[in-house]
């Protein structure tokens, strides 16, 4: 494989790595992310601690960095005091610095294809208040598609590899997320967050994943942010109804208190888990909260020994 391969052509040709929760590694060396913003806030405070968590990823053995996009938002930085202008400044960024850990790793010795995927995150993410594990926020899908598409066109034009539309709770969200798309230059998957065989708004898998079936900009569908045990029927119902490649990154199995804005339980992330995972059919494989780049490595290794 070429270093100027596509993701889609990585696909192709076999399995990619992602990388782990931005979130958590953060938090690993000190910083603090307990308001709304969460990791978007350091693109303003700290942009270099987001070059080193990518960059972590990278020297870990991930293939493709997410930005820290996920919670960054038109209206979530209006409510801090931030203006449109600095607002693209910042979502710009978050792709900027993707590319300059993947410049750094390369610069360490990394020769492997890197990737760099813009976050899309959910409307939920932006309220702050664990909606994007409930969906149903009461807005139209034209509604939808008129918050998400101003973020999309900035992301767009920073220049990612891939865009990911991730975390998405609702198959009405994922609907205006791909009209959002329509007439962008970069690809994307479209990744779900689930409940057994349901959007976490309870719609039937079969159904959600169905309407990214003749999407020709979405290269790849999954899930993420979901427990582990639910990804493997997931990968069956994903790869049956679209034949597109599946992506997968779940949660390390602990919950989220969106009232304590803490995790609680226990993992039941095992990184052994990903040659099944492999052999149903998921290409694009990471973690998500709370897996870190000792289990990317995990990932990594067992996936190059498959």
Not at 211 to 224: H, K, Q, R, T
Not at 238 to 265: C, H, I, L, Q
Request: charged share 25%; proline share 4%; with cysteine.
């Amino acid at each position: 494989m070429t270093s100027n391969s596509t993701l889609a052509e990585a696909l192709a040709a076999g399995t990619v790595v992602l990388d782990g929760g931005m979130s958590n590694q953060l938090e690993s060396v000190g910083h603090d992310l307990s308001d709304e913003l969460w990791s978007a806030r350091l693109l303003a405070e700290r942009p270099e601690a987001i070059t080193e968590a990518h960059l972590a990823y990278f020297e870990a053995g991930a293939d493709v960095a997410i930005t820290s996009s996920y919670q960054a938002t038109f209206e979530g930085f209006a409510k801090r005091g931030i203006g449109h202008h600095r607002a693209v400044e910042l979502l710009t960024a978050s792709v900027e610095l993707a590319r300059e850990a993947a410049r750094r790793a390369r610069a360490g010795g990394v020769t492997r294809p890197l990737w760099v995927a813009a976050s899309v995150g959910p409307y939920g993410a932006m309220l702050a208040d664990g909606s994007e594990y409930r969906g149903r926020y009461g807005l139209t899908v034209d509604e939808l598609e008129r918050f998400h598409r101003p973020r999309l066109e900035v992301l767009d034009a920073a220049g990612p590899d891939v865009l990911a539309l991730e975390t998405v709770p609702d198959a009405d969200e994922a609907e205006a997320l791909l009209r959002a798309l329509r007439g962008l230059h970069t690809p994307a998957w479209l990744s779900y967050s689930i409940d057994g065989r349901h959007t976490r708004a309870g719609q039937p898998l079969e159904d959600a994943f169905a309407l990214a079936a003749d999407a020709d900009e979405v290269i790849a569908v999954g899930v993420n942010c979901c427990a582990p045990e639910d990804v493997d029927a997931a990968i069956e119902i994903a790869a049956r109804v679209t034949g597109k490649p599946v992506v997968v990154y779940p949660n390390s199995g602990e919950a989220w208190d969106a009232e304590a804005r803490a995790w609680n339980g226990r993992s039941s992330f095992a990184p052994d888990q990903v040659r099944a995972w492999q052999e149903s059919g998921a290409r694009l494989i990471g973690g998500c909260c709370r897996v870190g780049p000792a289990a990317i490595t995990s990932i990594a290794g067992t996936l190059a020994r498959a």
